[in-house]
């Protein structure tokens, strides 16, 4: 069978948490194969803000993971023919990169390689509060086709706990992809 590749960027900003929930759920997804690259940044946000075991269980979670060095890798290819990226969290750094085509790491060739192809890129861009700069690069990977969706909650939904708060927005993230499957997220259902 022909699986649907999906590429998950997980880089050193604040929220690692909802970049193991976004591998836990796509791996849960029949068809769907996850091929994940992490910046050193993120071993360390993983670690601090998860704990030892998030990164064995998030490599757990995917058919393929690639050194953040390796720019040959296939994932860097725009004849790797794939559903879409997201990059959870998205530091500013990787941000600009993306901004900028500074395409020296395999998270930001990736995104890269997304953008040329015209294919989906999530960008789960996480600093606050924004400078210009920042806002400008957010500008410049929109409009190049990128779509930003900031790690920001939705109160609507009285989240009652971190953990319910963390996989609204990996569901949010991955149903941005428009896999051909049903919603993840909760819809709103209007007031009353
Ligand atoms: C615990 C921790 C939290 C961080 N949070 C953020 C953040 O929310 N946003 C951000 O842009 N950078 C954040 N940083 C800084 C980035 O990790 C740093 O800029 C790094 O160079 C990003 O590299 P990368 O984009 O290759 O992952 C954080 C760093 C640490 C150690």
């Known amino acids: 069978m022909n699986r649907m590749k999906v590429v998950l960027g997980v880089t050193g900003a604040s929220?690692?948490?909802?970049?193991?929930?976004?591998?836990?759920?796509?791996?849960?997804?029949?068809?769907?194969?996850?091929?994940?690259?992490?910046?050193?940044a993120a071993n360390r946000t993983l670690a601090h803000e998860v704990g030892a075991e998030a990164l064995p269980s998030l490599l757990r979670k995917a058919a393929r993971?690639?050194?953040?060095?390796?720019?040959?890798?296939?994932?860097?290819?725009?004849?790797?023919?794939?559903?879409?990226?997201?990059?959870?969290p998205c530091s500013m750094r990787t941000l600009a990169a993306i901004a900028s085509g500074m395409a020296d790491n395999l998270v930001v060739r990736a995104a890269d390689v997304h953008l040329k192809e015209r294919h989906r890129l999530i960008l789960m861009a996480r600093e606050t509060p924004l400078h210009l700069g920042h806002l400008r690069n957010m500008c410049a990977v929109t409009e190049m086709g990128a779509?930003?969706?900031?790690?920001?909650?939705?109160?609507?939904?009285r989240p009652e706990t971190i953990e319910a708060i963390v996989d609204h927005l990996a569901a949010r993230a991955i149903d941005l992809l428009a896999l051909p499957i049903a919603p993840l997220a909760k819809a709103w259902q209007g007031e009353g």
């Not at 193991?20 to 068809?31: F, H, P, T």
């Not at 690639?66 to 990059?87: E, L, P």
């Not at 779509?147 to 939904?157: E, G, T």
């Open 65 to 88: 993971t690639y050194d953040h060095a390796d720019i040959g890798a296939a994932i860097a290819s725009g004849s790797f023919s794939t559903a879409g990226m997201i990059v959870a």
């Open 147 to 157: 779509i930003v969706m900031p790690p920001v909650p939705a109160f609507y939904h």
């Open 15 to 40: 929220g690692a948490a909802i970049a193991v929930r976004i591998a836990e759920r796509l791996s849960d997804i029949e068809g769907v194969e996850l091929h994940l690259v992490l910046s050193p």
